[in-house]
C-alpha cells in the first residue's frame, strides 16, 4: 500500500543568468557557481579567412546543448579564431567546451561547433561549418577530403603553389598541403586535444586557433569534431572545407552560418534553489518522483522511537542517517517511514525508516538508506537502546537481553519469566523472533521483515510494534526495527529492554546521528532544482 504523506516542500525563484566567452587565443575555464546544476552552452565557430580577390569565406557553426552539471565543476572553453586573410584564406578554428581541466577528450567532450573554411582567390568560395560531425570538403582543384571520427581534414594537391592545409580534428592535425615548385603547401591545424593551434600559411593566411588549416596555393580547411579539407592547388586555387560540428547536450539547437568573425561561447542557467520535501508516518510505503533537471537529491532517514513502559520512560530514540545520491528525473524511489513503538506494561520496539530505488520490494542492491529504530523500554527502570549507526542491531537490555540481527537478519526474541519474552526486531529481509512464551502469557511477536511489508509485531501486553519492523512487547521490551533488527528484552527475572535497529547509508558526504527520534520517524529530501 502506498499512501501520502508529505508534510511540505519550499522553494524560490532565481532570475536566469549568462557569461560570454570571446577569442582570447587560449584556453579558458568556467567554474559552476553554487546552486547550479544545469548550464546551457552555446558555441558558435569562428569565420574562415578571405582571398585577396575574393571575401567567400566559410561562416562558422552556431551549437547548442544543456548539460547537468555540478557546483564548483570546472568547464574548459576554447574559442576558435578567425582564419587570416591572404592570397588565399586560412581556415576559422573551431569552438570547443569539455569537462574538467585536462586536454580534450571525446568523454569530456559537450559541444563542438565548427569553423568555417577560407575562401579560395579566383571565386573558389568556401564551405562553413557543417552541423554533423564529419568535416566537408574542399572546394575546387581539385578539393581534398574532410577528417570524419574526430580526424582532421586532408591537405591539398599541388600546382605552381602547394595546396591548402587541412582543418584539425578533436584527436587528429590536418594534413599539409602538399608543396610545389613555387611554394610549399600550407601547415595543418593542429588536434584540439594537443592544443588546437591554427596551421601557419606559406603564402600569408594562416589558421585560426582551434584547428584552421593555414592557406598555400589554395585555402586552408576549417577545424572542427573533425577537420574540413582544404582546398587544391592544381589548376587554381581552391576554397577550405568546413569543419564538423559535435552535441551531446539535452535541448539541442543547431545552426549553420552564424559565426561571422571569430568565436564565441556563452553559458547560460537558472539558479537552482533547495527543494525541501518532508515525508511523515502513514502507515504505508510512500514514493517520491525525481523532478525533470534533477540529478542529486540528499536524502535523510530518521527511525522512530520505542515505546516507554507503564512505569519507565526509557524508551530508545531512532538514528538519523543522511546521504546524498546519484538520481535521473522521473525515478522514483519507495519511502518507509517507521511509527514509534506502542506504550505499555512494556514497550514495542519503533520501526526503521527507509528509502530504495524503484517501487518494488527493498532489497541491498536498491537500499539507499536505513534508520535504525530505537527499543521499547522495560518496566521497572530497563532502559532501551536506541538506533545503533553501525549495520548490526544491538542486545536487548536485561533478564537477559536476546541478540540483535546481523546480515539483514532479524533481532532475537527474549527469553520467558513468568511472562513470554520480547519480539525481536525485523531486519531488511528478516523477521525478527517471537519472544518465548511463559506460562502467564505468551511472548511478543517479531517485526515483520522490511522486504516483506515492515510490519510491526504484535504485543502480548499491549506494546505493539511500530510500522518498520519493530517488534511487539511481551513480559519484557520489543527490539527495534532497522538494516538488521534489534534483540528484544528478557523477562526471566524481570522486564529487559529492548535493543536498537541497525542502519545503513551508501550516500556520498554521509552525516548520521545517534538518539534524533523521538517520535514517529521521517524522511527528508532535499534537492536542487532550476526554477
Not at 547550479?36 to 580577390?53: D, I, L, Q
Not at 581556415?91 to 586536454?103: C, D, E, I, M, Y
Not at 524508551?315 to 506502542?342: C, H, M, P
Request: one cysteine or more.
Amino acid at each position: 500500500m502506498f499512501a501520502a504523506g508529505l508534510m511540505g516542500s519550499t522553494a524560490f525563484a532565481q532570475s536566469p543568468q549568462s557569461q560570454t566567452f570571446g577569442y582570447t587565443g587560449g584556453v579558458q575555464t568556467f567554474t559552476v557557481p553554487a546552486n547550479v546544476n544545469a548550464v546551457t552552452v552555446r558555441a558558435v565557430g569562428a569565420r574562415g579567412g578571405n582571398a585577396f580577390n575574393n571575401s567567400g569565406a566559410g561562416l562558422g557553426a552556431s551549437i547548442r546543448g544543456t548539460f547537468n552539471v555540478t557546483a564548483g565543476e570546472q568547464l574548459t572553453l576554447l574559442v576558435g579564431g578567425a582564419g587570416a586573410n591572404g592570397t588565399n584564406g586560412g581556415g576559422g578554428g573551431g569552438s570547443f567546451a569539455w569537462r574538467g581541466t585536462g586536454l580534450a577528450a571525446l568523454s569530456s567532450l559537450l559541444v563542438a561547433a565548427g569553423g568555417g573554411g577560407g575562401a579560395g582567390c579566383n571565386g573558389f568560395n568556401a564551405l562553413g561549418g557543417a552541423l554533423t560531425s564529419d568535416g566537408t570538403w574542399g572546394n575546387g582543384s581539385p578539393g581534398a577530403s574532410g577528417g570524419s571520427n574526430q580526424g582532421g581534414g586532408s591537405g591539398g594537391v599541388q600546382g605552381f603553389h602547394g595546396g591548402g592545409g587541412g582543418g584539425a580534428g578533436l584527436m587528429q592535425s590536418g594534413g599539409t598541403g602538399i608543396g610545389g615548385p613555387g611554394s610549399g603547401g600550407g601547415n595543418g591545424g593542429t588536434a584540439i586535444s594537443a592544443g588546437g593551434a591554427g596551421g601557419a600559411g606559406t603564402l600569408s593566411g594562416n589558421g585560426g586557433f582551434g584547428g584552421g588549416g593555414g592557406a598555400g596555393g589554395a585555402a586552408g580547411g576549417g577545424g572542427g569534431f573533425s577537420g574540413g579539407g582544404a582546398g587544391g592547388a592544381a589548376t587554381n586555387c581552391g576554397g577550405g572545407g568546413g569543419g564538423g560540428s559535435y552535441n551531446v547536450g539535452a535541448n539541442p539547437s543547431n545552426d549553420i552560418d552564424v559565426g561571422t568573425g571569430h568565436g564565441q561561447i556563452e553559458l547560460s542557467w537558472l539558479p537552482a534553489v533547495t527543494v525541501t520535501e518532508t515525508f511523515g508516518y502513514t502507515g504505508g510505503l510512500q514514493t517520491f518522483t525525481v523532478p525533470a533537471n534533477v540529478n542529486v537529491v540528499t536524502v535523510r532517514a530518521v527511525g522512530a522511537r520505542g515505546g516507554n513502559a507503564f512505569n519507565h520512560s526509557g524508551a530508545g530514540l531512532g538514528a538519523s542517517i543522511k546521504g546524498t545520491f546519484n538520481v535521473t528525473a522521473g525515478e522514483r524511489l519507495t519511502l518507509l517511514v517507521g511509527g514509534a513503538g506502542a506504550n505499555g506494561t512494556n514497550g514495542g520496539g519503533g520501526g526503521g525508516s527507509f528509502a530504495w530505488r524503484g517501487t518494488g520490494a527493498v532489497s541491498v542492491p536498491s537500499l539507499l538508506v536505513a534508520a535504525g529504530g530505537g527499543g521499547g523500554a522495560g518496566c521497572n527502570g530497563f532502559n532501551a537502546w536506541g538506533g545503533a549507526l553501525n549495520l548490526d542491531g544491538t542486545w536487548g537490555n536485561g533478564s537477559p537481553g536476546a541478540a540483535g540481527g546481523s546480515n539483514q537478519g532479524g533481532g532475537a526474541g527474549g527469553a520467558q519469566g513468568f511472562h513470554g519474552g520480547g519480539g525481536g526486531g525485523a531486519g531488511l529481509t528478516h523477521s525478527g523472533g517471537k519472544g518465548a512464551n511463559g506460562p502467564g502469557s505468551g511472548g511478543g511477536n517479531g517485526g515483520t521483515a522490511i522486504s516483506a511489508g515492515g510490519a510491526g509485531g504484535t504485543g502480548t501486553l499491549s506494546g505493539n510494534g511500530g510500522f518498520g519492523g519493530g517488534g511487539g512487547a511481551g513480559g519484557a521490551a520489543g527490539g527495534g526495527g532497522g538494516f538488521s533488527g534489534g534483540g528484544a528484552g528478557g523477562a526471566a527475572t524481570n522486564c529487559g529492554g529492548g535493543g536498537g535497529g541497525g542502519s545503513y547509508n551508501v550516500g556520498a558526504n554521509p552525516s548520521d546521528d545517534l538518539d534524533v527520534g523521538t517520535g514517529h520517524g521521517q524522511i527528508v529530501i532535499d534537492y536542487l532544482m532550476p526554477l
